[in-house]
Structure formats: structure tokens, C-alpha cells
């Protein structure tokens, strides 16, 4: 399976199904809603993370413990814990969330390349992972404020100029990292066609769901079964489903909920970045520490 060959090819198809998705979407004035967006990120979106139960056994291998049931109540402990952080310090929990997936995405999307050898490299993942939040923020301030309004963070504006400048950094992390930059690049600009012509939850919904889920997962497979795509396709499919068909039941579950306080789309707004953040953290933790223990062995 040449993975490297079939991430190339998904790029370029992304950045010209971007572009013209979005043009249709600015000629026809219409917009996909938010109920669409949240089932393609509760399936789709989810699906790359599914698998951490498998990681979480691996883990434990590593320090010999046997109890596995141990592992699902330190994650659910951990994503608990930081719903309850969002609650009561929303602003903080906000600022470390983008931080820590900005790092996420920009690490994550770069797996697939020849990643140069710096000092700097944790840094140049968070710049090349900033263009997902710094994008929408440039070309869509207004919008994504009131996103920020609904997760209970007030935020009045933004320094335009001190934004594009970031985000212009960000697609220079592209070059910074990689030798053969040129698919990493048209990621970027997919990134940016995508939030200058889109609601800031769709080009999210898109970005997360079909360039760094899908990714993301056609490195799992790989891991599954190296030589058949096929195989290793059947096989993350089975071990996928259960956790995110779980996860999706309890998004649904939690929208239903809040829909008595919130109206449909802040409920499905709130579930997601929420419920995101509160995914993130024990997965980014449970990748390094598989990382650790992979280097010292």
C-alpha cells in the first residue's frame, strides 16, 4: 500500500472538490445546516479516534497492567474533567483546546510526509496547525465570535493584521517542515478557500471530517495490514464502529438535551467543540505516551 502516493492524490481531489463545492454553495446563496454537519463529525469525524481502546491495551502492555477496564475510566475521568474546566473557566479551557489541537492537526497532518529534523519542529506543527483556527478567524471574524459567545467566551475583536500575518506564518510552516512541501501547501490553501467562502462550522465540518479524519485513518489501516488496503480497511471499519457509535449516541443524546436551554443549532455548536475538547485531550495524551514508550523500546 503506498500511502504517501494515495495521501497526494486525496489532496489534490480535496483542494478541487473545496473549490468547487464552494463555489456552488456562493452561486446557489445556500448552506448546508448544522444537523448535516454534526453527523458527518459524530461518524465520520470520530472515527479516527476510535480506535484508542486498542491504543489503550497497547499502552498497558507497555507498563504491564493487565486490569483494561482501568483504561476506559481514566479516559471517561479525563474527558469529564475537562467539561467541568469549559464550565468553570471557559475562556482558559478555550485557549489551551486551540492550542493543543492546533499542535494535534499540524503534527497529525504531517505524518504522511518526509518531516525535516529541527529543534523547532513542535512549533512549526503548532503554526501549521493554527491555519484551521487562524483562517476562519481572518475571513470569517464576526462568525466565529459568536461561536465563541455560545461556548460562554466574550471575545469583542481581533487584530486583523496580527491574524493574517499569523496565518501567513502558518502556511510557511509548510515549507519549514517537509522538503516536498507542495501537497502540504495545497492543504493550506484548501483550508483557506474553504473559510473565505464557508460558514466557519462547515469549513470545520469538512476540514476535520474528509482531510484530517480520512487521513488519519488511512494511517490506521495501513497500521492494520500493511500490504491489502482492502483487509485493513474491513478491519478498522470492525474495530471502529463500536466506540463511535457510542460516541455519536451520546453527541445525539447531549444535543437532545440541551436543546431545552439552547436552540438547535447552539446545542449541536456546544456538543461538538465541547465534546470535542473533551476527546482531544486523553487521545493526545494516550498518542504520547504510545510514542514514549515505542522510542524507549
Known sequence: ??????????????????????????????????????????????????????????????????????????????????????????????????????????????????????????????????????????????????????????????????????????GLSCVLITKKFYMSILDYLTICIINYFLDPFIAFTIYFCFLHSVRHSLSLIKELDKVQFKKGFELFLKKALPLTFITALIFITSVYLLNNIYTLDQSILKVIFIGLASLTFPHILLEYLIEKNEKRS
Open 1 to 170: 500500500m503506498n500511502l504517501k502516493k494515495i495521501n497526494n492524490t486525496y489532496s489534490i481531489f480535496l483542494f478541487l472538490f473545496s473549490i468547487f463545492f464552494s463555489l456552488i454553495i456562493e452561486m446557489l446563496s445556500i448552506s448546508p445546516s448544522y444537523i448535516f454537519c454534526f453527523f458527518l463529525i459524530s461518524i465520520i469525524g470520530i472515527s479516527h479516534g476510535a480506535l484508542d481502546n486498542f491504543k489503550g491495551k497497547k499502552l498497558f502492555n507497555y507498563y504491564g497492567i493487565k486490569n483494561y477496564n482501568l483504561f476506559y475510566i481514566i479516559y471517561i475521568l479525563i474527558s469529564f474533567i475537562v467539561i467541568f474546566c469549559w464550565v468553570l473557566f471557559p475562556f482558559v479551557s478555550l485557549c489551551l483546546f486551540l492550542l493543543v489541537a492546533a499542535h494535534h492537526f499540524g503534527r497529525e497532518d504531517s505524518s504522511h510526509e518526509q518531516v525535516k529534523n529541527s529543534k523547532f519542529i513542535d512549533f512549526y506543527f503548532l503554526l501549521k496547525g493554527s491555519a484551521i483556527i487562524l483562517a476562519p478567524l481572518y475571513f470569517q471574524e464576526n462568525e466565529v465570535l459568536q461561536i465563541f459567545n455560545i461556548l460562554g467566551v466574550v471575545i469583542r475583536d481581533f487584530n486583523n493584521s496580527l491574524i493574517l500575518g499569523l496565518l501567513m506564518l502558518s
